[in-house]
């Protein structure tokens, strides 16, 4: 069935590394991936996303990159800052009649200054 | 431009009672859809309303249902409420109804339901 798998469900790091977090999904129609930031409390926020027809994207910071063959993507921050501390969903969106994002548990990424 | 604005942001509700969620879209948005997060979880698909027609349904009861108006703002509504219902419910809305170049679904900030 449709499923979206998302490693690891915590990750602490000192400030100025990097964070990857990592997602596998089943269905091969997926073509639109993107990442959420959701703060406690409040709604996802769009950080970034990817498209199929693409193997990887920057903005700033943030990265990610898809490998269509593997069915896996990754967001990678590179210098965090105590303020990336939040919990991370990527998503995958199904090709069916609808128009619909298929979340995966989440990462709750910490930051240490 | 505003975001996608929800309300109410919290409420209380007593087992067996109704509730209606209200959400509208960016400007110019005319894709509604509806999600459940449920506390340490991901959101997951409740509903789908384009052009005011149902386009997409998640594994929910009957009791959930919703509809979209002329101005493509939206409501959610749950009967018989159940404890299990306690949640974020998430508004979502994106330019069209399908996952063509440049349609990014974005969320709201989401009602709290409390179910006592």
């Known amino acids: 069935g449709e499923n979206v798998e998302q490693h690891p469900s915590t990750l602490s790091v000192q400030e100025g590394d990097s964070a990857v977090i990592k997602c596998t999904y089943s269905?091969?129609?997926?073509?639109?991936f993107p990442w959420y930031k959701q703060e406690l409390g409040k709604g996802p926020q769009l950080i970034i996303d990817?498209?199929?027809?693409?193997g990887e994207k920057k903005d700033q910071r943030i990265a990610v990159t898809l490998n269509k063959t593997a069915k896996h993507f990754s967001l990678h921050i590179t210098e965090t800052q105590p303020e990336d501390s939040a919990v991370y969903f990527c998503a995958a969106s199904m090709r069916d009649s609808s128009y619909k994002l298929i979340f995966g548990s989440g990462t709750r990424l910490l930051v240490r200054p | 431009d505003a975001g996608v604005t929800q309300s109410p942001t919290h409420l209380i509700k007593t087992r067996g009672q109704h509730v209606t969620l209200r959400c509208s879209p960016i400007s110019g948005h005319k894709s509604v859809s509806w999600y459940q997060q449920v506390l340490g979880q991901g959101p997951q698909f409740i509903f789908q309303?384009?052009?005011?027609?149902?386009?997409g349904r998640g594994n929910f009861p009957d009791r959930f249902s919703a509809r979209q108006f002329p101005n493509y703002s939206s409501e959610l509504n749950v009967n018989a409420l159940l404890l299990g219902d306690s949640a974020l419910y998430l508004c979502?809305?994106?330019?069209?109804?399908?996952?063509?170049?440049?349609?990014?679904?974005?969320f709201g900030e989401g009602s709290w339901l409390t179910v006592v």
């Open positions: 990817i498209r199929s027809n693409v």
């Open positions: 309303y384009y052009e005011k027609e149902e386009r």
């Open positions: 269905d091969s129609a997926s073509n639109y």
């Open positions: 979502a809305s994106s330019l069209f109804f399908s996952g063509g170049s440049g349609n990014t679904i974005y």
